[in-house]
């Protein structure tokens, strides 16, 4: 018992530690999908100044990207603060 | 010097056109860094890819964390550190991609990619070229046989510098040949 009780006073700082680390790694998740809507944008006004044929496939490949950080966002929301 | 979708130079390009591409303008040499110059960031990201797994090995050995970390944050971290190295992957290679090289009939157009806010395109007429001196530098670039070209111009901009491109001379010699059949 007293050694139950010295591992949840040990745990019980940590529990505020760990709901600040999850707000950070929403943040920069959050940043992360702004940084996606960037390369769009980068992206879409780079190949409009040259076009390649590479240009289709990297538009798309943008696109898809940002939406793969938009759905980590919501699976970081759901799964570190479900 | 093809890297599939990826050139560094293409001889005579029929399917790209840039923004301010005059009618009877064609493009002749399409540049960019040799793909070689990409080795040292990709080298950092195989490194960065296998760091976590490098750390959790050591951690089992050494036993350097010693509390418990909630599993979904662990998971979670994991993934934003690959996503911190996509980041690095898509702004190393757009940085590279982007940065392009155009000698066409009638112009030398130098498109730079800085980062992901900022970019800019110079075009100098082939006639405002006064002279080009090639470089070729280092191991790697005797290998592979790229440098850089820079390029005297009488134009507002007085320097174009064309970066760790392929074959220099080559591309020095098609500049010049350029000019000489413009000026007949």
Redesign the interface.
Known sequence: MIVEGQVLSAMNPLQGVWVVANFWILILAALYFVFSLIVIRQIHLMTEIVMTEAAPIMRAFSIIHAGLALGIVILFIGSLFG | MSLG??PSLIDCPT?????DQEKDEVIELFLRRHWVTNLSWLVLTILAIALPFIFTKINEVLKLVQ?T??S??V???W??WY??V??YI?ENF?HW??N?Y?VTNTHLVD?N?YN??S?D?TEVRLEDVQSSKPQVQGVLGSLFNYGDLTIETAAERQQIHFADVPKPDFVRERIQDLQETKER
Not at chain 2, 15 to 19: E, P, Q
């Open positions: 979708f990826f399917k790209i056109k840039f923004a509390i970390v909630p979904q944050l998971i979670s971290a993934v934003l996503m911190l996509v980041a898509l757009l991609y982007f392009i155009i498109i990619f992901l806010l970019r395109a």
